[in-house]
């Protein structure tokens, strides 16, 4: 992806992270937080989370225009939202859940064929005209050390070296999210609840490393932006550079047209001319 638009998705992202930040939201707060963060960058993706017996993922949020999920929970008869899924088959989530690691991938068409249930594999062909094609970034959501799904995001443009950025994103996920089941477990225990030494730790465990992202989110921020600041003091020296071989080769021209061969100055005219050309073949390259 450009740089211009990296710098976009790290703006964006970081708004994001402003968002999650704020106290009291629910788990269905911040799963819709992050959808709409998603959509507008002009993504789509999901968010899928493990079950109770960590060996299936359910898609627990969708960040795709509604009027598609509908014709497509109309085409297949299936729920979208709520369909889960036995991790081990599909080789993309085996790597985020067991090895741990972010997964790219050029072509999504291959794990969302993998991810259509046998109820719906009659669907294959139109299924992956909408949600195939695309680049995608599938990323693991850890706490304290331990998975608790993969957010999926897909998009044109989207590369290998947008990965560190979407890391950053899904840890402000996974710490919001975590942080709001915590909240709701501190609610349900009422008006006269105590934390325990362990909630103590765990909701510090949390803000620790959502300090930790945040840095990193800034970090990413200020170098798109100085990368940003060089590419455009580059161009703007290209430019000024080339204007100079502009006139040195016009010159250059002036006396070969006054001279004729074997005259003096004549062949030092030609070497000049001949640098120029060189040097503007240079300057192009550097702006691209």
């Given at each position: 992806?450009?740089?211009?638009?990296?710098?976009?998705?790290?703006?964006?992202?970081?708004?994001?992270?402003?968002?999650?930040?704020?106290?009291?939201?629910?788990?269905?707060?911040?799963?819709?937080?992050?959808?709409?963060?998603?959509?507008?960058?002009?993504?789509?993706?999901?968010?899928?989370?493990?079950?109770?017996?960590?060996?299936?993922?359910?898609?627990?949020?969708?960040?795709?225009?509604?009027?598609?999920?509908?014709?497509?929970e109309k085409l297949t008869g299936l729920s979208v939202v709520g369909h889960s899924l036995d991790y081990r088959r599909i080789d993309v989530y085996?790597?985020?859940?067991?090895?741990?690691?972010?997964?790219?991938?050029?072509?999504?068409?291959?794990?969302?064929?993998?991810?259509?249930?046998q109820a719906a594999r009659s669907f294959v062909s139109q299924i992956l005209n909408y949600f195939g094609g695309t680049p995608s970034i599938h990323?693991?959501?850890?706490?304290?050390?331990?998975?608790?799904?993969?957010?999926?995001?897909?998009?044109?443009?989207?590369?290998?070296?947008?990965?560190?950025?979407?890391?950053?994103?899904?840890?402000?996920?996974?710490?919001?999210?975590?942080?709001?089941?915590?909240?709701?477990?501190?609610?349900?225990?009422?008006?006269?609840?105590?934390?325990?030494?362990?909630?103590?730790?765990?909701?510090?465990?949390?803000?620790?490393?959502?300090?930790?992202?945040?840095?990193?989110?800034?970090?990413l921020l200020s170098g798109a932006q100085k990368m940003e600041s060089v590419g455009r003091s580059a161009g703007g020296i290209a430019h000024d550079?080339?204007?100079?071989?502009?006139?040195?080769?016009?010159?250059?021209?002036?006396?070969?047209?006054?001279?004729?061969?074997?005259?003096?100055?004549?062949?030092?005219?030609?070497?000049?001319?001949?640098?120029?050309?060189?040097?503007?073949?240079?300057?192009?390259?550097?702006?691209?």
């Open positions: 992806m450009e740089t211009g638009r990296r710098l976009d998705i790290l703006k964006a992202l970081n708004g994001a992270a402003t968002v999650l930040h704020q106290s009291f939201m629910s788990c269905d707060d911040v799963l819709q937080a992050a959808v709409t963060q998603i959509e507008k960058l002009g993504l789509r993706g999901g968010i899928l989370l493990l079950d109770d017996d960590r060996t299936r993922i359910c898609v627990t949020a969708m960040a795709h225009p509604a009027k598609f999920i509908t014709a497509l085996r790597k985020v859940i067991d090895d741990r690691c972010s997964v790219f991938t050029p072509n999504s068409s291959d794990i969302i064929a993998q991810s259509i249930p990323a693991p959501m850890m706490i304290a050390g331990k998975i608790i799904g993969s957010l999926d995001v897909a998009g044109k443009g989207l590369s290998v070296e947008d990965v560190p950025i979407i890391e950053a994103f899904t840890n402000y996920i996974t710490v919001a999210l975590c942080n709001a089941r915590l909240l709701a477990r501190v609610m349900s225990l009422g008006e006269d609840f105590r934390l325990s030494n362990q909630d103590l730790n765990l909701a510090n465990g949390h803000l620790q490393q959502e300090i930790v992202e945040r840095k990193r989110l800034e970090g550079f080339n204007n100079k071989l502009t006139l040195i080769l016009g010159c250059a021209d002036m006396i070969l047209a006054k001279t004729a061969d074997g005259d003096i100055g004549r062949e030092e005219a030609s070497e000049i001319r001949k640098a120029v050309q060189e040097a503007a073949n240079i300057s192009r390259q550097l702006l691209g």
